[in-house]
């Protein structure tokens, strides 16, 4: 208990020491680290998110409960998954990890489905995928930092078609059909996707795999509803097949009668790494993990026109203005967020995705590694920009988890009249303390943990513009209030 006594104190130090940090205009700068249009929100380093205070960064999720609308990080480490309530970004909670299921794992993979997190690690023998009920979080910090192991499912497989799971380097999830298709597997199919139904949760089942196309690194499956009639509403898989030169485009509506519909490559080819469609499904933005080092040039991504899926070409190529690594990108809107090693994130205007020229511009940034933006495996490993409220999370390896936003967003309602207008007086205290609003707001919900993450106080229905809390007979310490849901304080108990 001591020990989690202390690791809670030195979390509430570090977010505050890494918390918001706006991006000066006239320096390029957010204390330490160069950036354009994107502010430092906060950050909590490898040190405290993983196991015995070690661990690198790889994948990143998240994940919003559809309960209250709170925001939560997921992000994978090489010996645990963290998981971090960001909904106040400037005040993030770590709430606990769960341990790796079989060994460290410079490669840990995980996505959202049904508020569960699956979770898979490549080159760890006999991990599995890991099923884990988020809704737990609900509950608040982990007494121990670490949930317990019968809260955690490792599924490695139901004996269907013989095939078991053991490690895997990626997963991928189609929502809108509840599948999860496991990618590059160390098992007898060669690295092709493995179905796996995760309707229920609590109980996948095996439903095949596909060996025909080949080892996949990644992929990407959408239900289709892109400019090629021919596939509307099926189930297409789109895999990046590494150093196999190519990459795959599948209908797996039928997982039984998998249909190979064509494959592609291009010029100048390293490792086909990872790529995503655009909303429209008309194109492809794919990374190519190894043609910088291979070949001398800068960031490039490829642009691929998929409006007939039997027939992909090459559309465009956009090559950025540094010579960094490009890893994980994901398009959302008319807007392509891209992990980029040691460039940090970068964001891409894709309005102009169909020119044969210019189809991307850099419009900012957020460099997580301050000292190069050489072509080498360190930095940021991937970026999750899909939280409703702006809030775009980030893994780095080094430096664990990083919230940023766009310049200027936080004057917006939810932070501007929230994170900003309320009190806590006197703070630190001997006896009692009085939350109050320093503006029109009202308290409409107070919660209180300790810091061995026991809730002590839990109010609701509040409607008062300040209220006493009633601390005469809590013990001395450091207590965590949260605010309408949406504002974490700190609160001294001498």
């Known amino acids: 208990m001591l020990k989690n006594y202390i690791s809670l104190i030195v979390l509430l130090f570090q977010a505050s020491l890494f918390a918001q940090t706006p991006c000066d205009t006239a320096t390029g700068m957010a204390g330490d680290y160069p950036c354009n249009d994107y502010d430092l929100m906060s950050r909590i380093p490898t040190s ?8 690198n960064g790889s994948d990143i999720w998240g994940w919003t409960d559809p309960l209250d609308g709170k925001e939560y990080a997921i992000i994978g480490l090489s010996n645990s998954t963290a998981f971090v309530d960001i909904t106040d970004p400037v005040n993030p909670v770590f709430l606990g990890r769960i341990n790796t299921a079989a060994g460290t794992s410079a490669w840990r993979d995980v996505k959202v489905y049904n508020n569960h997190a699956f979770i898979v690690a490549d080159g760890v023998g006999a991990h599995g995928m ?5 809704t737990i979080l609900r509950d608040g910090v982990d007494s121990n930092l670490t949930y317990d192991g019968s809260q955690v499912l490792k599924y490695t497989g139901d004996g269907g078609g013989g095939l078991t799971i053991g490690s895997c380097h990626n997963i991928v999830i189609n929502e809108s059909e509840g599948v999860a298709y496991l990618v590059g597997c160390s098992s007898a199919n060669g690295g092709g996707p493995i179905f796996v139904d995760i309707t229920n949760p609590a109980s996948p089942t095996t439903m095949g795999d596909y060996t025909a196309g080949g080892y996949s690194h990644d992929a990407q499956v959408v239900t289709y509803n892109g400019p090629d009639t021919d596939y509307t509403g ?19 509506t039928d997982k039984n009668n998998v249909v190979a519909i064509s494959q592609f490559t291009y010029p100048q080819i390293g490792y086909a790494h990872q790529g995503w469609f655009t909303d429209d499904h008309s194109y492809f933005l794919l990374g190519d993990e190894t043609d910088e080092q ?27 203005d540094n010579a960094s690594i490009d890893h994980n990108g994901y ?7 891209l992990a980029s090693y040691r460039a940090g994130l970068r964001v891409l205007d894709i309005t102009n995705i169909s020119a044969s020229s210019n189809s991307m511009t850099e419009i900012g940034y957020f460099d997580t590694y301050p000292s190069s933006n050489s072509a080498n495996f360190s930095g940021t490993w991937s970026v999750y920009p899909y939280f409703s409220s702006g809030n775009i999370i980030i893994s780095d390896i080094q430096r664990g988890l990083i919230v940023v936003r766009k310049s200027g967003t936080l004057s917006t309602p939810e932070f501007e009249t929230e994170a900003n207008a309320f009190s806590l007086s006197p703070n630190p205290t001997t006896s009692s303390t009085t939350v109050k609003s320093l503006g029109d707001n009202k308290i409409n919900s107070i919660t209180v943990h300790n810091l061995l993450g026991q809730k002590v106080f839990d109010r609701n229905n509040i409607n008062k513009t300040k209220f006493v809390l009633p601390i005469e007979s809590y013990s001395k310490g450091v207590y965590l209030i949260k605010i309408n849901s949406t504002t974490t304080k700190k609160l001294v108990l001498k």
């Open 48 to 55: 405290t998110l993983g196991l015995s205070g070690s661990g």
């Open 331 to 337: 398009v959302k809107g008319d807007k392509f967020f």
């Open 234 to 252: 099926k189930q297409i898989y789109i895999g990046s097949n590494g150093n196999s030169d190519k990459v795959v485009i599948l209908d797996v």
């Open 294 to 320: 291979g070949f001398g040039f800068n960031t490039k991504t490829l642009v691929f026109n998929l409006t007939d899926l039997d027939n992909p070409s090459l559309s465009s190529t956009y090559l950025a």
């Open 130 to 134: 890991q099923v884990f009920d988020l």
